[in-house]
């Protein structure tokens, strides 16, 4: 598991004030949920036959007995609370949400066993404007952090009846290649076919290409359904690649599916996963509920916004005092000018000004406020420019009284 340091978590807030932008105007409200759920939520929501319920979890049993787990992932969760609440009285949800998952993985690039997710679901809409719209609210916002070379891929699971029919046919297909297959596609033929499809074995991935292709199976339904978000995604002008063999990782999909990958990531490519999940809210006890969500993983995100992201924003203004009358002086004015909603570095070395102005400029602060010993005592103060310096010399530096901070502020600073 892994801290994330201050020099990081500038360019996470940078990232979740640009989706929390993108979700207010949408109509998006934030849920908060439990970091510990009952394991078997995870069990019936995900699928006791999914890599992550099967080998992924981190389950313990509290003081009281019963069985509890880390959250892996964040849509049962957030199921599991619209259920309780009943909050689909009130209509359609369309919720987001953010926060730690944890999965037990080999760790490696873009890949933790505590990581973090920001995700949206949008629960109780079938039309598949509302496939479109989610999958639009991702691609706008990655596009904003400044994401470029990504590559929406997308595949319709169909109906459960579609897949039903489907599965039956792989695995006969499957059955009699059983020991072409890699080792662990032998052990899921039975349990979990489709999962074979979405396998990461070079010589099982090879064979697939001959396997016959759910898309094959859909009904003229479920076709027509997804050549028409394959058309609204179209007029949204959102580039996408059909991927047969993209199924995704957790059992209550159908329909679309679709990830959004780049080829910056190495072999962790995937940024963003989603798709719809109709089952979901019957299966916990709720009415008949389609929906659709996706997640995106921070870290990953982290890495392909890049150095740029992770900047911070330089100071306003450096204060630089000497002596003991300047240092009260210096911290009443640092507070006061925060009132303005600067940003102001207070430089506490008591060192010489020399040294303090070469810090001033590394800080790469716009001015810097100078206090000396006598002029504390008068209440005088000098700013001095330190970047984008004025030709006219006049306009580098003011000397102005301390009852004046307001007037010179406006002057100086837009
Ligand atoms: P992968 O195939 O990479 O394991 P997944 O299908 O298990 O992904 P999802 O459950 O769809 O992932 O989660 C959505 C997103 O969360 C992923 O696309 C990825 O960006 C991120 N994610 C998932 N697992 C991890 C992890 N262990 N560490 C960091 N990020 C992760
Ligand atoms: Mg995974």
Redo the contacts with the bound molecule.
């Keep these: 598991m892994v801290d994330l340091l201050p020099a990081q978590s500038k360019g996470w807030q940078k990232v979740e004030s640009i989706a929390i932008k993108h979700f207010s105007r949408a109509g998006i409200n934030e849920i908060r949920t439990p970091i510990i759920e009952q394991t078997e939520l995870f069990l019936r929501g995900i699928g006791e036959n999914t890599?992550?319920v099967g080998k992924e979890m981190y389950s313990f049993d509290d003081r009281g007995g019963r069985s509890c787990t880390l959250r892996?992932?964040g849509t049962a969760s957030v199921a599991r609370s619209i259920v309780q609440h009943g909050l689909l009285n009130n209509g359609p949800q369309r919720l987001w949400y953010r926060g730690p998952?944890f999965?037990y993985?080999r760790?490696q690039a873009?890949?933790?066993?505590q990581?973090?997710?920001i995700?949206v679901e949008f629960v109780g809409l079938s039309s598949v404007m509302s496939d479109a719209e989610v999958i639009s609210i991702a691609w706008d916002f990655l596009k904003d952090v400044g994401l470029v070379d990504l590559t929406l891929e997308i595949n319709s699971l169909g109906s459960n009846e579609d897949r039903n029919v489907f599965k039956e046919e792989l695995k006969n297909w499957l059955n009699l290649r059983f020991d072409l297959l890699d080792e662990d596609s032998q052990k899921r033929i039975n349990v979990n076919p489709l999962r074979i499809l979405?396998s990461k074995n070079n010589s099982t991935k090879e064979l697939l290409y001959e396997a016959p292709s759910l898309n094959d199976f859909l009904s003229k339904k479920s076709k027509i359904r997804f050549d028409s978000l394959l058309d609204l995604l179209d007029k949204l002008k959102i580039p996408y690649k059909i991927n047969n063999n993209l199924v995704?990782?957790?059992d209550y999909y159908s329909h679309t599916a679709f990830?959004i990958t780049s080829d910056h990531l190495g072999s962790?490519?995937?940024?963003?996963?989603?798709g719809r999940y109709d089952g979901l809210i019957s299966e916990l006890g709720g009415p008949k509920t389609p929906s659709i969500g996706?997640?995106?993983?921070?870290?990953?995100?982290i890495i392909l916004a890049g150095e740029k992201i992770l900047e911070s924003k330089s100071p306003d203004i450096y204060v630089i005092y000497r002596g003991e009358k300047a240092e009260q002086l210096a911290l009443e004015i640092t507070c006061q000018l925060r009132s303005f909603n600067l940003k102001i570095e207070l430089d506490y070395s008591g060192s010489s000004f020399s040294k303090q102005f070469k810090r001033a400029d590394k800080s790469r602060a716009k001015w810097a406020l100078t206090i000396g010993e006598d002029e504390a005592s008068k209440g005088q103060l000098l700013m001095k420019k330190l970047r984008d310096k004025s030709k006219d010399v006049e306009n580098n530096e003011y000397i102005f009284l301390k009852e004046d901070l307001d007037q010179l502020i406006k002057k100086l600073i837009d």
């Design positions: 890599d992550v892996p992932e998952m999965r993985e760790p873009g890949r933790q066993r990581f973090h997710q995700g979405d995704r990782g957790l990830e962790q490519a995937t940024v963003c996963g989603g996706w997640a995106i993983g921070m870290e990953r995100l």
